[in-house]
């Protein structure tokens, strides 16, 4: 099997897994307890925070453990809406094509009386900062938008959109759940304030992640109870797994400069083999893009069909977000980048791991290619391109 799905979710490392398990063995005391046993467990939190906060350039005081990427961005928006809402100022900057984690939290938002601007993200699937700039209102809380996109990989002009913010004194929130680990971060230097990771998308376990939160920022409480997380986020804490997360994240980060050359290699080359497809396109900017990500829409083909003949060929990859599979719409990344709801149908993401080999590219290419030209040989949606009865958009 080739697995060719890293975005949707890593195999944990060898060393994640090993201090998972030896966690449940050595730190299963509550680390909320007096005792040594528990003192031991709140030692692994206390250290992995420190390991956590080391890798992204913030201090420990400022990293509070979540279930996930969900939870993170969760919160953090609704600590900057709420700040937002005692000061009176209610209106929100994001992008069209965030995780829904993030649209759906700012839906709900809108029903309480929130405004929300969304912008545009190009055909390129990149943010204009002079856009974000212009979005800020006098009544602007928080601008919340992603590091890098979970289905076309596209790297954000982070740093820029920081510096914006930080000048016009709005609270700026980044999902960097598909960059951490992969791509340098830095929360100081890009001016960040707010910060969302998850350790299943770095070699880490599920169900983890942390919450980055500028010294100083108030945090909304989504949980309410104990007073684990120094009061900001209840329940009694994952050990193992937030031991894991820490481990999985210093290897990420110590291979990060090796393993990125090494996975753009094979990408570009992925998607060069993909490009004699007739009629075909690539999804997102060709450079400033996640090390392993490709992505890629096919003209007259269901992506859906197309995944399951992948599948059987011993290939797993995703037409885009797993979070949307299952459902009949197409991608709101696809269509937020421009692609008509047909051309939107027929899109395949392929997010490859740091083990990835030559080989295994060469034979995704062969395999996409026959099992391309398989769907078209009986699709009408092709037939009607070919005889000329409806125009090529590719
Ligand atoms: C996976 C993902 C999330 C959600 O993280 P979970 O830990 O699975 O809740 C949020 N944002 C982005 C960009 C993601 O890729």
Same mark, same amino acid.
């Given at each position: ?29 509550? %680390? ?9 467990? !709140? $030692? *692994? /939190? ?6 956590? @906060? ?102 954000? %002009? ?9 000048? !016009? $004194? *709005? /609270? ?6 598909? @960059? ?215």
């Amino acid at each position: 099997m080739i697995y060719a799905d890293n975005a949707a979710t890593t195999k944990m490392s060898d060393g994640a897994a090993k201090v998972f398990v030896s966690l449940l063995d050595e730190a299963w005391g509550n %680390p909320s307890s007096l005792y040594a046993h528990g003192q031991k467990a !709140k $030692e *692994v /939190l206390e250290q992995a925070r420190q390991d956590v @906060a080391g890798v992204i350039g913030a201090s420990p005081r400022e990293i509070t453990f979540t279930s996930g990427g969900s939870e993170a961005d969760n919160q953090a928006i609704r600590t900057g809406a709420a700040l937002g809402r005692k000061k009176g100022k209610m209106h929100i900057v994001s992008t069209a094509f965030e995780h829904h984690a993030v649209l759906h939290t700012l839906e709900a938002l809108k029903k309480e009386g929130f405004s929300v601007t969304l912008l545009d993200v190009h055909e390129n699937g990149i943010v204009d900062p002079a856009e974000v700039e212009a979005a800020i209102r006098e009544d602007t809380c928080l601008v919340t938008i992603m590091y890098a996109n979970n289905e076309i990989g596209t790297i954000q %002009p982070i740093r820029e959109i920081g510096a914006i913010c930080r000048k !016009k $004194e *709005v /609270l700026f929130h980044v999902d960097a759940v598909q @960059a951490v680990g992969h791509i340098p971060v830095n929360v100081t230097d890009d001016c960040i304030d707010m910060l969302s990771a998850s350790a299943h998308k770095f070699h880490g376990p599920k169900g983890v992640g942390f919450l980055y939160a500028k010294k100083g920022i108030r945090l909304t409480n989504l949980i309410e109870g104990g007073a684990q997380e120094r009061g900001r986020r209840a329940g009694t804490e994952n050990v193992p797994g937030i031991g894991a997360m820490a481990q999985a994240l210093k290897e990420a980060d110590a291979g990060m400069a090796e393993n990125a050359a090494r996975v753009v290699r094979m990408r570009d080359r992925l998607i060069a083999g993909l490009q004699e497809i007739p009629h075909c396109a690539l999804n997102g900017d060709q450079e400033r893009r996640l090390p392993g990500n490709v992505n890629f829409c096919f003209e007259g083909i269901e992506g859906e069909s197309l995944l399951l003949l992948l599948d059987d060929k011993g290939i797993c990859a995703s037409s885009g977000s797993a979070c949307t599979s299952g459902s009949l719409d197409p991608s709101h990344v696809l269509l937020a980048i421009g692609r008509i709801h047909d051309v939107a149908h027929g899109s395949l993401r392929l997010s490859l791991g740091e083990d990835i080999t030559e080989e295994e590219v060469d034979y995704i290419i062969r395999t996409v290619k026959e099992v391309v030209a398989y769907l078209r040989s009986f699709s009408p949606v092709w037939r009607d391109l070919m005889a000329g009865k409806k125009e090529f958009i590719l």
